[in-house]
Every structure is written in C-alpha cells, then in structure tokens.
C-alpha cells in the first residue's frame, strides 16, 4: 500500500531506508534518495496516506532498511496468491503498485507533468500510457449514460 500512495518501485521501496525519510519546514514528510533505475538525485514528497503505511521506526538507525522483505519474485507470487485468493483475474505484481499511483493521481485531475516528477520520468511519453487509461475511463463512464431518459 505504500507503494500505491507513494509510487516508487520495488527497487525504491527496498532500499529505503530510514534516513532518507525526513521532513521539511512544515513538518511534511518527503523522501531524499537517489532512484535506482535512473540513478538521479530526487526529492519525492509523500502523502499521509503513504506514511500511514510505514512501520514503526523503534530503535532503528538511519542506515536500517525501512521494509524488511525478500526479494521481488517472493513478493510478487505472494501478490498473485492473496489477488487469487481475492478473486482477482488481473495479473498483480508490485508494479502495479506505481500504476494505481499514477492512475489515482490523473484521476485527481493532477497534471501529468506533475504526475510525471513524482514518478521520476525522464520522459513525459511514459507518463502519457497512464492518462489513456483514464481517457478510457471518463469514456467508459458518459456511455453508461447513453440511452437514459428522462
């Protein structure tokens, strides 16, 4: 669930560690770290929905891993279990994760540029396949209209 309020990846969301949590001026919670995939510096403020999702800290150290799991083929078969489980048809794995961040954003009305830096994208094309899913979406929604009356 963190990973869906704060759309990191699963390499992100691994080497996070408690150090790299901290606060501005207003006492709202962002994170300083250094994205694995693209290997840029980024500042990624996060919602209090996503810090509703950490762990406790109690004693640990800066430099102690934040979620403590094994590696990304363990956690994805869990994942497919408990959507089995749920009775979900659609293949889960965490990626899905950043694409319910991204999707839940646009569906916000959050400009895609915006949508775009919270997801570290160099290039604003990527960001692009999220907002077709929410063209289909809004599309979707007024057809369920056709053939009303009043």
């Known amino acids: 669930m963190f990973a869906c309020f704060s759309g990191l990846r699963f390499s992100d969301v691994k080497g996070l560690t408690w150090g790299k949590l901290q606060r501005d001026n207003g006492g709202n919670m962002f994170i300083n770290y250094v994205q694995k995939k693209t290997e840029k510096q980024e500042y990624l403020p996060i919602s209090k929905s996503a810090v509703k999702y950490l762990p ?81 979406s809004k599309r979707d929604a007024v057809d369920k209209l056709d053939g009303l009356t009043v």
């Open 56 to 136: 406790e800290r109690g004693n640990a150290k800066d430099d102690d891993s934040v979620f403590k799991f094994p590696g990304g083929g363990y956690v994805n078969l869990q994942l497919r279990q408990w959507a089995f489980t749920a009775g979900i048809k659609k293949k889960v794995t965490f990626h899905v994760a950043r694409h319910t961040n991204a999707t839940l954003l646009l569906s916000l009305e959050v400009p895609i540029e915006t949508v775009s830096k919270i997801l570290g994208h160099s290039d604003i094309k990527t960001t692009q396949i999220y907002a077709k899913v929410i063209d289909k």
